[in-house]
């Protein structure tokens, strides 16, 4: 079984700094790309950033130069780092990956989400 454990979510102010973790354990055998979504009251869930096994990256426009992605392979970790937060970054933040599991079979998997608010 696999399991997406997200950490590092927090109340922040504006112009202000978090970085969120986000873990894979269980029954892996490789992972592909990970990634981080996130989802504000009433709206749908869009894509942040993601990184692919060799590290190539992919982030929405609304966050680019404040945000990065990265991924510790060894640990089967990726991170956010979040500059500059402003309130429209509010939402709950999922973290997600493409993975083989050891049985074979390949699928996507969402963690529990993780709180993020920012303050003015």
């Known amino acids: 079984q696999v399991q997406l454990v997200e950490s590092g979510g927090g109340l922040v102010q504006a112009g202000g700094s978090l970085r969120l973790s986000c873990t894979a354990s269980g029954s892996i055998f490789s992972i592909n790309a990970m990634g981080w979504y996130r989802q504000a009251p009433a709206k749908q869930r869009e894509l942040v950033a993601t990184?692919?096994?060799?590290?190539?990256?992919n982030y929405a426009d609304s966050v680019k130069g404040r945000f990065t992605i990265s991924r510790d392979n060894a640990k089967n970790t990726v991170y956010l780092q979040m500059n500059t937060l402003k309130p429209e970054d509010t939402a709950v933040y999922y973290c997600?990956?493409?993975?083989?599991?050891?049985?074979?079979?390949?699928?996507?998997?969402w963690g529990q989400g993780t709180q993020v608010t920012v303050s003015s």
């Open positions: 997600n990956a493409d993975l083989v599991a050891a049985g074979g079979s390949r699928d996507g998997y």
């Open positions: 990184i692919t096994g060799g590290g190539s990256t």
